[in-house]
């Protein structure tokens, strides 16, 4: 039950640091506004409440003495993809930092960039979260309060990460992968045999055209010697 509750957070916290990351790449596009900063900031303090749910969860497992050599190897995988989870979400926040501070809304006169991404973003925020968190703060100075609050979450991330390497000591080194190298490519390469078996044939026949051109080179080449010949043979008897 442990593990499937662990899985199911991580599973969680993932979705969640991906739309955040999605959202990201918006800040400073056609699609930013009042309520994207908003969204932001929703997404990112739900990935910092699954982060320490997650956190609470794995360390208890991990500290305990009593679970078994399979069950600790299997909390450990989940920590060290946990603990990636963290790191990308981390970058993510400082990359957010960065593009706030260089497009800010209460700046109109700063033009903003160009993305190619266009439309609303409220569909990728309500997929982090239910539809009721979803209401915004008449807030004009969102971009410019949040920005503090981010640089301050920033560190806590640091200090967080800091202080899980400490309670729970698992090098990434030491966890092998459950599956083997590019196990999770397999369905993209069973979809894709059929695809392959087209490359094949085609392939196929390829060669047979090719050597249909050879043969017909070769059998125009010799007509055109004949000619050649028959017609030397008709001057010389004229």
């Keep these: 039950m442990g593990k499937e509750e662990c899985r ?3 599973e969680a916290l ?3 640091a ?4 999605h959202l990201v790449v918006t800040i400073g596009g056609t699609s930013d506004s009042q309520n994207l900063r908003e969204e932001l900031k929703k997404t990112r303090k739900k990935a910092q409440d699954l982060a320490v749910a997650n956190r609470n969860k794995l360390t208890v497992f991990l500290k305990d003495k009593t679970i078994s050599k399979d069950d600790r ?12 989870c963290m790191e990308i979400l981390e970058v993510d926040m400082r990359k ?7 497009f800010q809304l209460n700046a109109p006169k700063r033009n903003l960039i160009q993305t190619g991404m266009s439309g609303g973003t409220t569909g990728v925020a309500a997929r982090a979260m239910s539809a009721q968190n979803m209401k915004y703060e008449a807030d004009s100075n969102i971009d410019v309060v949040d920005l503090k609050d981010l640089e301050n979450e920033i560190n806590q991330v640091g200090e967080m990460m800091m202080e899980m390497e400490m309670k729970v000591n698992v090098p990434n080194w030491t966890v092998e992968a459950k599956q083997d190298p590019g196990a999770e490519l ?3 390469i069973s979809v894709g045999a059929s695809s392959v078996g087209m490359i094949s044939l085609n392939e196929q026949n390829k060669s047979v055209c090719d050597i249909t051109r050879l043969l017909a080179g070769i059998i125009f080449t010799a007509v055109l010697i004949i000619a050649v010949v028959l017609a030397v043979l008709v ?4």
């Design 18 to 21: 991906a739309c955040y990351r």
């Design 96 to 102: 957010a930092l960065e593009m706030g501070q260089e």
């Design 73 to 84: 190897v299997e909390y450990e995988r989940l920590w060290v993809i946990f603990t990636t």
């Design 8 to 10: 199911a957070l991580l």
């Design 14 to 16: 993932n979705k969640v």
């Design 186 to 188: 397999q369905s993209t």
């Design 235 to 238: 001057i010389q008897l004229s």
